[in-house]
Structure formats: C-alpha cells, structure tokens
C-alpha cells in the first residue's frame, strides 16, 4: 500500500513551453501533498504543499504564478511548469500525505528544457 | 520545524554494520523522527520511523536516546545496493510538510 506514481517520469520540451506533471495517490486518499524540485548532487527541497479543494501554499521564493499547483480531488495534484526555461530543468518529486503511515514520495519526473 | 543535522558521507565495505547518527536538537514533543533513502533519479523510500527508544523492521533499526536529540539509523550487513543518499527528518506526524537537509551520502564498497 501507500503508492504514489508522477506522470511523466521524464519530459523534454522547448523553452517557452508549459508542462504539466501529474501526481496521484494509488490507493489511498491524500487531502495534502506536496511538491518538491532536486537539482544534481542537492537535497529535495519544498516547493509549495498542495491541498485538496483550496490554494496550495508556496515556499518562500518560490513563484506560485510560475508553477501552478491544482489539487482537484483526493488522489490527483498537478504541477504546471509555465513558459519554463533551462533554468527549469530539474527532478521534480511529490509526495503524498497517507492519513495513517505518513508521507510516501512519487518516483519523480526528470524535465529538461531546450 | 526541527534542523537535521547528518555526516555528508559515510564509507563503508560489504558485510559491515552501518551507523548513521542524526542531531535533531529542537525536537518537539510532538515530533517523530522518519528516515528515507534515494537512489540517483528515483523519489525517496521510507525506512523506518520512531518516536523514542528503538524500532526495528526488515530492512533497519533506528535508535532514540531519551533525550531524543539525536537518533541512529542501523544498517545490518550493508550491501552494494545500499549504496544511497540516507535523509533524516523531523515532523509532526501527519501534520507537518517535510523539510530536507543535506542527507548521508553512503557509499558501500564491495
């Protein structure tokens, strides 16, 4: 139990592009996860903690214009990564708050940007 | 949220046991005390998890004093393939948004 999975695992685009990464809770229901970004050879580090049915909160100096979060049902959260540039390219991760276990992490999704 | 403070990298040969020690000074009393592992371009996968004195489960022991300024995370007989990124964090359980340090980068050789 307590599976999370991120589609895509990886994405190329060009710059100026919008992606969309999905990140869904298999079989449990999570009203909060969150969103992390890990750069080569760094630590994870939080983004913004996305919650079921309202506004996710970003963390300081984290554009939330920028990456849009939506979290419209229990077991679905999307990251979009808008008009993004090289700058952007990173591992994306999320993880997803199980009500009894705690957190269980997504296996992320690689994104380059041209 | 409690500051995590771990070696940057440990070294260590198949067949040994591994000790990874973990300061977490500003515990709260509410807090449990999670460790995780990652392997390169893969998310983080839970080990073990406590609130004081010792848990032991298929894969680790993790070790907390009293005090619970600090835990140990015990890996019997490392192998190769435990060759990892080790994360040690603090938080309230079920409430708390995790915040990573720079983790135990453990190299095992063969």
């Known amino acids: 139990g307590a599976v999370v999975s991120q589609h895509p695992s990886r994405v190329i685009c060009k710059s100026g592009t919008s992606v969309k990464i999905e990140c869904r809770s298999l079989d449990f229901q999570a009203t909060t996860m969150f969103w992390y970004r890990q750069f080569p050879k760094q630590s994870l580090m939080l983004m913004a903690t996305?919650?079921?049915?309202?506004?996710?909160?970003?963390e300081q100096g984290v554009e939330k214009d920028k990456f849009l979060i939506n979290h419209a049902s229990l077991t679905l959260s999307t990251l979009t990564v808008t008009s993004a540039h090289p700058e952007d390219s990173s591992f994306y991760i999320c993880s997803a708050q199980e009500p009894a276990m705690g957190q269980f992490f997504g296996p992320g999704t690689r994104l380059t940007v041209l | 949220l409690a500051k995590t403070t771990q070696p940057i990298s440990m070294d260590s040969y198949e067949g040994q046991e591994v000790n990874i020690t973990c300061s977490h000074n500003n515990i709260a009393t509410n807090d449990y005390i999670t460790w995780y592992q990652q392997f390169p371009s893969q998310g983080p996968r839970f080990i073990i998890q406590g609130y004081k004195t010792k848990v032991t489960n298929e894969v680790a022991s993790l070790f907390i004093p009293a005090d619970r300024k600090s835990s140990t995370l015990s890996l019997p007989r490392v192998s190769l393939s435990d060759t990892a990124v080790y994360y040690c964090?603090?938080?309230?359980?079920?409430?708390?948004?995790?915040?990573f340090g720079t983790g135990t980068r453990l190299q095992v050789f063969p």
């Open positions: 996305s919650n079921e049915g309202s506004k996710a909160t970003y």
């Open positions: 964090l603090v938080a309230s359980y079920n409430t708390d948004k995790l915040i």
